[in-house]
């Protein structure tokens, strides 16, 4: 098969439309011409003939050019779009392998610190009201640059968890939190946090975010449960880098106490209280954290939803 030969560029492109343009001016000139010499026109007709004429041909030179015109823009911007679309595709497929680098880095270091973890479980009236809060205090062993954690997302919904649907947000005592998302999929959300300045010694910071939904299921059947991987190995030998682990629940507005337990009997209930707007808070702790799964069952009265 023989190679397509390349396409004219620059006024080689423009020869064949105007000239197609111009012969068809000259051969309806030429008619019109010829008929007003075989007819009886007088020559004020004749002129307004000739004129239509030279107006017509004019008018399709002007659309013969302005459609040529037209086409080879579209293939142009359409050859620009396929060359944007194979930069933004080589891009992605980069940063995807930063990031991939990044959490493999991350996962492979064990963490240079002891921390003290407190997780505020807000269970909401809606799904727009359900609040994660998790207090840190890190004591740098020597120095603390990043780390990583996994929000908790619900997993009832096919749905993507992102920084952006969560609403999650850093705060940190003395100085600021980057927050870099390594994996945004079905629900797993994976981020990678970067302390400006390091933390050198001890320092208090916090994240919130409203997982949407997260209690959907304890809000329609009045019980559910929650799941916790303490996978932070301390460099010391110790099983884990947490110091202590505390959670409270908060739930709904209600007459009956709510209940809750750890299904593999890890830490030990500390309160149960309700408070003054008939809201009800269970506190848990475990002061001698091991690297463990934890896992808490908890249930609340339907009749309580009711009388809301």
Not at 123 to 143: F, H
Not at 255 to 267: A, V
């Amino acid at each position: 098969m023989s190679p397509t030969p390349p396409e004219p560029s620059g006024p080689a492109r423009w020869r064949k439309p105007v000239a197609a343009a111009a012969v068809f001016s000259l051969a309806v000139l030429a008619v019109a011409a010829d008929v007003a010499q075989l007819s009886d026109f007088s020559t004020r007709i004749l002129r307004a003939l000739l004129v239509a004429v030279l107006v017509t041909g004019l008018l399709y030179l002007v659309i013969k050019v302005w459609q040529f015109y037209f086409v080879q823009k579209v293939k142009e911007l359409r050859g620009q779009l396929a060359d944007e679309a194979l930069r933004v595709k080589s891009a992605r497929a980069t940063l995807q392998n930063c990031l991939e680098a990044i959490e493999r880095i991350s996962d492979r270091e064990r963490p240079l610190f002891a921390e003290t973890l407190e997780v505020t479980v807000g269970i909401g009236e809606n799904d727009n009201a359900d609040l994660i809060v998790e207090r840190r205090v890190t004591t740098a062993k020597p120095l603390v640059t990043n780390r990583t954690m996994r929000p908790i997302v619900p997993v009832h919904s096919e749905q993507i968890a992102s920084l952006e649907s969560i609403c999650l947000t850093a705060h940190r005592n003395d100085g600021k939190i980057t927050l870099i998302p390594l994996r945004e999929q079905i629900n797993k959300l994976k981020i990678w946090l970067v302390f400006d300045p390091p933390i050198s010694s001890r320092s208090e910071w916090r994240v919130e975010y409203h997982p949407k939904g997260l209690w959907r299921p304890f809000r329609e059947r009045g019980f559910d449960s929650l799941g916790w991987d303490d996978r932070l190995q301390s460099p010391n030998g110790r099983p884990s880098a947490f110091t202590s682990f505390t959670v409270t629940f908060r739930f709904p507005a209600g007459d009956e106490k709510p209940t809750l337990k750890e299904r593999n009997e890890y830490g030990q209930l500390m309160a149960c209280s309700q408070n003054a707007d008939r809201t009800w808070e269970i506190t848990w702790r475990d002061d001698e954290p091991a690297g463990r799964r934890y896992d808490w069952d908890f249930a609340q009265s339907q009749q309580n939803a009711q009388n809301q």
